[in-house]
């Protein structure tokens, strides 16, 4: 019988490496009684590097007892495995019974009160070297092939030690844990194996992408182990571009043109790619760093970005008072590996608000290119006054021989008209699907506010498109870094030395502080979140 041994939690913290300061949740410690499992996390939990572990796949990740035996063997490290030492490896479940080799990826498992799905092995990185005091512990985890797995949340609930894993479904098709991470990092890549892990629905995305590259090359070298973004690499550093021209695109929101101020040809940008721009908003304050999608076919003259002006937005709020056509901007090169994919199959360009922004650039290209393919645009807006880019977009349809759109507004008003402005009113759902007859077997790319994507994507695959032809875009509002590692010149997040014991308090979760919110210094919670006293939080 597989159980549940420990439950092991613990927040981020910073520590000093080789010189460095790593941001990192490796630390985890058993907690006793009963703890609470939520969609993304478990309480009292938190992860440092976000990129790499976290999120809806990577909830939870497990390793067994018997690993810790192996290696209480082979470091030579008596009382590895004793009760007080587990979670060493950084796992949220210690169990027994439940091998690397037994586990299948979309096995399901009810444990205490919550269902968990098998979705990945874990992949190993430095970290845990530094948290075993052993350099060689990742390439050891990955060569000895017992990575442990991580767990999807599927039903949150309650968890404990002595918890029996009861299985309660599994995939159609079969592929373990251990044979899952060999396909990948071994040297042999049978196309017949990566097309039947690819069959399977619970692998996470990351794998996902990682066995489609290997699919895809024919080069040397495991192409599956090179992140998707570093198939399109961007030139480090800023370049200082004009604003050439600024419109308004709908009530909140605005586009603006800048070109190179020198005269040179800008580097090149894919359909869907995003620019940073670093934005000195105060003198000799801390720069503010924003991730823009560029809302126009990127060329070597010119870059356009489309920002939405949020009432309490820093940045945003910045730009449309302070920056006028003739100004500079501090600009990154375009980058993100959000892009529009060559192929036959259909485009589903899916978006809410100011999501629009990738997935008309998108458009933009499929319209200069007139293919066949069918292309459906879906957006979601308020109204007329808040749907930005719609001519646009009907003009760019125009160009192409099986292009159609489907537009709902929330909230319309009177003067909105049904059939012309916008197709129903309400939310995008799957009876909306039905209607606008989105086609299946399409590639569907998508993009909005957080809650949007989430609730899109589950919609999207209980109404049959494969997980894997779902492609999401999340920004990041920072400069490109080595994950969880931070400059020597930045400061460890703490609390404002003016915070008073008065107001709402609010928790920072990465950062593992809180703070109050004093309303007459601070006009939201995203600016404490930004007060330079906080920049890291």
Known sequence: MARLLSVNVGLPRDIEWKGRIVHTGIWKNPVPGRCRVSRLNLDGDGQGDLAGHGGEHRAVFVYQIDSYRYWQEQLKRPGLSDVKSLGQFGENFTIEGLPDDAACIGDRYRIGSALFEVTQPRVTCYRVGIRMNEPRMAALLTSSGRPGFYFRVLEEGYVGAGDEIVKVGEAK?????????????????????????????????????????????????????????????????????????????????????????????????????????????????????????????????????????????????????????????????????????????????????????????????????????????????????????????????????????????????????????????????????????????????????????????????????????IRVEIFKGSEAMTPGVIREATRSPHVPANDANAGPLVSFARSGIAAHWNGSLYQSILELAEAPLLANG
Not at 198 to 225: K, Q
Not at 334 to 358: D, K
Not at 391 to 418: H, I, K, M, Q, T
Not at 423 to 438: C, I, N, P, T
């Open 173 to 469: 098709e079969r592929m373990t844990i251990t044979e899952i991470n060999a396909l990948l990092y071994s040297s042999n890549h049978p196309r017949d194996q990566l097309e039947r892990a690819l069959r399977i629905e619970a692998l996470s995305a990351g794998w996902r992408g990682s066995f489609e590259a290997l699919l895809r090359s024919s080069a040397s070298g495991n192409a599956g182990l090179m992140p998707e973004a570093a198939a399109h690499p961007a030139a480090p550093g800023f370049h200082r571009l004009a604003v050439a021209s600024i419109d308004r695109e709908s009530a909140d929101v605005l586009s603006m043109t800048l070109e190179s101020s020198d005269g040179h040809p800008l580097p090149a940008a894919r359909p869907g790619q995003y620019i940073v721009l670093r934005l000195q908003a105060a003198a000799g304050g801390t720069p503010i760093f924003r991730s823009y999608s560029l809302s126009g076919r990127g060329s070597a003259g010119h870059y356009r970005i489309s920002l939405k002006i949020e009432p309490n937005g820093v940045a945003g709020t910045w730009l449309r008072d302070h920056v006028r056509a003739g100004d500079s901007l501090d600009v990154s090169s375009p980058r993100g590996s959000f892009i529009l994919q060559p192929g036959e199959r259909p485009v589903v360009l899916l978006s809410a608000g100011i999501g629009a922004t990738p997935v008309l650039a998108m458009l933009q290209a499929l319209s200069a290119a007139r293919p066949t393919r069918q292309v459906l645009w879906l957006h979601a807006a308020r109204d007329h006054e808040h749907h930005p880019f719609a001519a646009e977009v009907r003009r760019l349809l125009l160009a192409l021989p099986n292009g159609r759109s489907y537009v709902c507004y929330s909230r319309p008003a009177a003067l909105d008209r049904l059939g012309g402005d916008f197709d129903a009113a309400g939310h995008l759902s799957r009876s909306v699907f039905e209607q606008a007859d989105l086609p299946r077997e399409a590639d569907v790319y998508l993009c909005g506010p957080a809650a949007f994507m989430a609730d899109m994507r589950a919609t999207l695959v209980a109404y049959g498109v494969p997980p894997g032809r």
